[in-house]
């Protein structure tokens, strides 16, 4: 492959990078190393956007941000919409399949066998009649926060929220049933049918709590949090956070300016940068009174760190819900602040890298067995190499792979370490005495790498991201070479197809960073094509 070096690539010392990578968010939007004049929390939030100059504007990621705002709906913050989607589209599933039973199939049946064009009409009007209710039941359940994420925290206040939004849709419908023609269905039939609808979201509520509790939290999508304070409202809130399985997030520690750094208290707020980028820190909550130097301070690091900040607000007494703040129980929290992530292009890339995984195991099941048998035969041990890899936000998997070595080539790798081709971290040998003949083969075609897109299916990688190294090459990092573990490894990456045969770890890394704030679809697309192109001509490693 082709060795060139990367247009445009800031160089390593020129910007400060934030704590956090965001995908797509490009690196020239680095914090600078120069501190701003801190200013009081009720100044920074209402203050403009475009006066913090770490945060890139938002008409630069989204070009159609202002045209997709004038035209479609964005009720709620950015980052639950596709949560509010999933529950609007599963109550408008249920209430169609409760309408389906009671009204819909009768209709159908019934034109089978007596006047179809007239039980056509009524099927018609029975589909307007479900369409309408569904609209009015699901705008009332959103006005009575339904859908709010505090509210599945609370499944009693849920069900008779669930209750009393039933209770007015259905009052508001039927007033348009007692006026009815004759070919409409009748009022009894439609109270029916939209109590069936209720006891299938009473069930299915049921259900996904039950899902939610039994899923371990190592196999969730985790939001890694840390707690600013670790007095007795931070205790509280870790305590809360931990044992609400509804809260998908991961309590890492605690800042503290006067406890000692010891056990969960990760260390003081000028520390947060680093903690942040260790642990891999989505979110900060600030517990501390917010009007102190410690809050601004914390408030500051987050912000030019790219990471969410919260807020524990005293209301002095005021009901949380009449805020519109997000809650966990007694404890209220406000959201300062929300990095954009582009939930809805890294959706389209997980499916992406599922179907084409998917299709390719099956396009090239032949072609695997055909080289499962040549590796049986050429040398004794497995087929596929197993080894733990470390991936997203440090998270460690096992990797499939042909077998290309012998055996203990794993017991060898450390006698051989002093031959490393590669500088840094991770080992490379050109000839490495450890490799048979068929895996020399597999190496040079890239063929050996086919058995991960087993872990694409798992959602362990993803067909385009940054190599997934070893357990002992990650352990010799530095704190700055974490950023890359911010995506899921991929099959492939802009390493892979601009500087493969470069020894340089500092490169590598940096062209891993590059991929990281550049990333798209179109990126990704490129990058599988150049992969292709690599592996027929055979410049494997």
């Not at 009409?121 to 009649?129: A, K, L, M």
């Not at 205790?235 to 509804?246: I, M």
């Not at 520690?253 to 969960?264: R, Y």
Request: net charge positive; glycine share 6%.
């Amino acid at each position: 492959m082709s060795s060139a070096p990367s247009q445009n690539l800031p160089h390593p010392e020129s910007v400060i990078l934030p704590s956090r990578l965001i995908p797509g968010m490009p690196l020239g939007t680095a914090v600078p190393s120069e501190r701003r004049k801190l200013i009081s929390i009720r100044q920074w939030a209402a203050s403009p956007r475009n006066e913090c100059p770490q945060q890139p504007s938002a008409e630069t990621w989204f070009p159609r941000r202002a045209l997709q705002e004038s035209l479609l709906p964005a009720p709620g913050k950015a980052s639950q919409r596709c949560a509010l989607a999933t529950k609007v589209a599963a109550d408008f599933l249920l209430i169609a399949t409760g309408f389906g039973i009671t009204e819909l199939l009768p209709a159908v049946l019934n034109s089978l066998r007596h006047a179809p064009a007239q039980h056509t009409c009524i099927v018609c009007c029975s589909i307007g009649s479900l369409m309408l209710y569904a609209v009015v039941f699901t705008l009332l359940g959103y006005s009575e926060r339904l859908y709010h994420p505090e509210t599945a925290r609370l499944p009693r206040q849920q069900a008779l929220l669930l209750l009393k939004v039933f209770v007015w849709a259905t009052a508001l419908m039927s007033l348009d049933f007692v006026a009815s023609r004759p070919l409409l269905p009748t009022l009894l039939r439609f109270v029916s049918s939209a109590g069936l609808g209720l006891l299938f979201m009473f069930v299915y509520r049921r259900w996904r709590r039950g899902v939610i509790e039994k899923v371990t939290p190592a196999r969730r999508t985790m939001r890694n949090v840390l707690i600013v304070g670790a007095g007795q409202v931070g205790r509280r809130l870790a305590h809360l956070l931990r044992h609400d399985c509804a809260a998908d997030c991961s309590v890492r520690g605690f800042l503290d300016e006067s406890l000692p750094v010891v056990g969960d208290v990760l260390g003081r707020i000028q520390n947060l940068a680093a903690v942040a980028r260790r642990e891999f820190i989505d979110e900060v909550i600030i517990t501390v009174p917010q009007h102190s130097e410690v809050a601004r301070k914390a408030i500051w690091q987050a912000r030019r760190n790219h990471i969410d900040v919260k807020l524990v607000a005293d209301l002095h007494g005021a009901d949380p819900a009449q805020t519109r703040l997000e809650a966990f129980r007694e404890i209220p929290i406000i959201t300062l602040w929300e990095e954009p992530v582009p939930l809805f292009r890294l959706l389209l890339k997980h499916a992406a890298d599922f179907f084409l995984a998917a299709m390719g195991l099956l396009i090239l099941s032949p072609f695997l067995a055909a080289i499962a048998v040549a590796i049986r035969l050429d040398s004794p041990g497995p087929v596929l190499y197993r080894a733990p890899r470390v991936g997203l936000k440090g998270r460690s998997f096992l990797c499939y792979k042909f077998r290309t070595m012998v055996e203990n080539a794993d017991q060898l790798k450390e006698k051989l370490r002093g031959r490393n081709e590669r500088q840094g971290p991770f080992f490379k040998m050109t000839d490495d005495p450890r490799l048979t003949r068929v895996g020399r083969t597999l190496r040079r075609y890239s063929l050996d790498e086919f058995p991960q897109l087993f872990n694409v299916l798992k959602g362990e990688m993803s067909l385009v991201g940054p190599r997934p190294h070893p357990t002992d090459d990650v352990q010799r990092y530095r704190l700055e070479d974490l950023h890359r573990l911010e995506v899921s490894p991929g099959l492939t990456g802009l390493w892979q197809v601009t500087a493969r045969h470069d020894p340089s770890f500092e490169r590598s890394m940096a062209l891993d960073r590059e991929y990281i704030g550049r990333w798209s679809l179109t990126t990704d697309f490129k990058i599988l094509c150049k992969t292709v192109g690599a592996v027929v001509r055979g410049d494997g490693a």
